[in-house]
T-cell receptor, first 114, second 109 residues
Framework: ETGVTQTPRHLVMGMTNKKSLKCEQH?????MYWYKQSAKKPLELMFV???????ENNSVPSRFSPECPNSSHLFLHLHTLQPEDSALYLC?????????????FGPGTRLTVL | GQNIDQPTEMTATEGAIVQINCTYQ??????LFWYQQHAGEAPTFLSY??LDGLEEKGRFSSFLSRSKGYSYLLLKELQMKDSASYLC??????????WGAGTKLIIKP
């Protein structure tokens, strides 16, 4: 079974829409991450959850709202997005976030904001 | 500030050897990762170095020099399927990964 899954794989939305991205990990990990990947730019860490508690919010605009109901599931709620938010959104998980641990990534959601 | 530098793009020939360099500047250091990312797919873990020296894993090897803030990924016996982006990431004092923009490797027959 695939370790980290993400749905949907592709999403097109208008600036006034509300949508959610879903991530699920089947690796028994305790930390989950949201990253934004734009073309030719480094991965940008958005949010980190460790044992369901948010431990990092890297100055992300409030139009992005994360939710982590348990250690296996992570959501990113989107509302009133801007065209510059179009990117690949990657979810990752690791054993924990407070040590150096290998992160395992999902395939990403390709988001286009019109 | 924290920074990772790696070449934007490299081209190599099938069957040859290529070395992808990465230099890093981070506040604290807890190791360096290399990931491979094929177009439209998830980054996948290749290697992790925390001590100086060379780690070999089949056709792929990774080297680290902590004193120089430098790492490289060495790919031998290149195959067409090695065409991908290679991402370098350093773990800082807070165990956050600081990422490079990736090196797109193009393999020609």
């Amino acid at each position: 079974e695939t370790g980290v899954t993400q749905t949907p794989r592709h999403l097109v939305m208008g600036m006034t829409n509300k949508k959610s991205l879903k991530c699920e990990q089947h690796l028994g990990h305790n930390a989950m991450y949201w990253y934004k990947q734009s073309a030719k730019k480094p991965l940008e860490l958005m949010f980190v959850y460790n044992f369901k508690e948010q431990t990092e919010n890297n100055s992300v605009p409030s139009r992005f709202s994360p939710e982590c109901p348990n250690s296996s599931h992570l959501f990113l709620h989107l509302h009133t997005l801007q065209p510059e938010d179009s990117a690949l959104y990657l979810c990752a998980s690791s054993q924990a976030s407070e040590v150096t641990d290998t992160q395992y990534f999902g395939p990403g959601t390709r988001l286009t904001v019109l | 500030g924290q920074n990772i530098d790696q070449p934007t793009e490299m081209t190599a020939t099938e069957g040859a050897i290529v070395q992808i360099n990465c230099t890093y500047q981070t506040s604290g250091f807890n190791g360096l990762f290399w990931y491979q990312q094929h177009a439209g797919e998830a980054p996948t873990f290749l290697s992790y170095n925390v001590l100086d020296g060379l780690e070999e894993k089949g056709r792929f090897s990774s080297f680290l020099s902590r004193s120089k803030g430098y790492s490289y990924l060495l790919l031998k016996e290149l195959q067409m399927k090695d065409s991908a982006s290679y991402l370098c990431a350093a773990s800082d004092s807070n165990y956050q990964l600081i990422w490079g923009a990736g090196t797109k490797l193009i393999i020609k027959p």
